[in-house]
């Protein structure tokens, strides 16, 4: 009923970019905080960068500086903006939204995330 696909994944080379986004769908009534998460091998997933509705914006502080979040209300899109890539930014990344879905306004919204899309950085 609920969908988030994210796309731009791929490989670059260090200090290159790479801008990741990711898309909801399907039954939306709003969508609140949204973000991304990465995960590499062996390690648990962790958050990188959220952003509010209102578009207030956080980060790891292993990303401060060169990554960026943004979002489109109106696309029900977060985007993600890499730069000055480096190699232990490999991992997979996904994306999350906090929705709220027609019918289930009043209620407390629920954690959707994307499939994941690999991001691969090469010395």
């Known amino acids: 009923q609920v969908q988030l696909v994210e796309s731009g994944g791929g490989s670059v080379q260090a200090g290159g970019s790479l801008r990741l986004s990711c898309a909801a769908s399907?039954?939306?009534?709003?969508?609140?905080?949204m973000g991304w998460y990465r995960q590499s091998p062996g390690v648990q997933r962790d958050l990188i960068a959220g952003?509010?509705?209102?578009?207030?914006?956080n980060y790891a502080d292993s990303v401060k500086g060169r990554f960026t979040i943004s979002r489109d209300n109106a696309k029900d899109t977060v985007y993600l903006q890499m730069n000055s890539l480096k190699p232990e930014d490999t991992a997979v990344y996904y994306c999350?939204?906090?929705?709220?879905?027609?019918?289930?306004?009043?209620?407390?919204?629920?954690?959707?995330w994307g499939q994941g899309t690999q991001v691969t950085v090469s010395s």
């Open positions: 999350y939204g906090e929705v709220r879905r027609i019918g289930a306004a009043f209620l407390p919204p629920d954690n959707y």
């Open positions: 399907g039954s939306i009534f709003s969508i609140g905080n």
């Open positions: 952003i509010s509705r209102g578009g207030t914006t």
